[in-house]
């Protein structure tokens, strides 16, 4: 389960930051979404990935058995914040192309 989860998190990481290098506003934007997606895996990752084990301790449970909530927490709020985020880049982005006319990064048109 680690070995899927460790190529998920590099696949969507290389994947995010070859979008981050393309010259379209929108490339960008959907490459950042990916990266943080990437970061909320490892975040998650960290916690430990368990699999039917109840949530709550009882009696005579181990502690051990249990998953780590921080990093669930951390994960959950930095989807809200990365939604924000998202959505603020979007509104910049709107704004951008419609003050410069093109959805590039530098402000230029394609040299076609």
Same mark, same amino acid.
């Given at each position: ?6 190529? %998920? ?23 950042? $979404?990916?990266? $943080?997606? %990437? ?11 368990? +699999? *039917?084990? @109840? ?6 449970? $181990?502690?051990?058995?249990? %998953?780590? @909530?921080?990093?669930?927490a951390l994960v959950l709020t930095?989807?809200?914040?990365g939604f924000a985020t998202t ?8 704004? +951008?192309?419609?003050?410069?006319? +093109? ?5 230029? +048109? *394609? @040299?076609?």
């Amino acid at each position: 389960m680690e070995l899927v989860l460790s190529a %998920a998190i590099g696949f969507m990481t290389a994947c995010g930051v070859w979008l981050l290098l393309r010259p379209r506003t929108y490339q960008v934007i959907v490459g950042l $979404s990916l990266l $943080s997606y %990437a970061v909320n895996l490892f975040i998650f990752g960290v916690g430990g990935v368990k +699999s *039917d084990e @109840p949530p709550l301790l009882t009696e005579g449970a $181990s502690v051990a058995l249990l %998953a780590d @909530p921080v990093p669930q927490a951390l994960v959950l709020t930095a989807i809200v914040i990365g939604f924000a985020t998202t959505a603020l880049f979007l509104v910049v982005l709107l704004a +951008s192309r419609g003050l410069t006319g +093109s959805d590039h990064v530098d402000g230029r +048109s *394609d @040299p076609r």
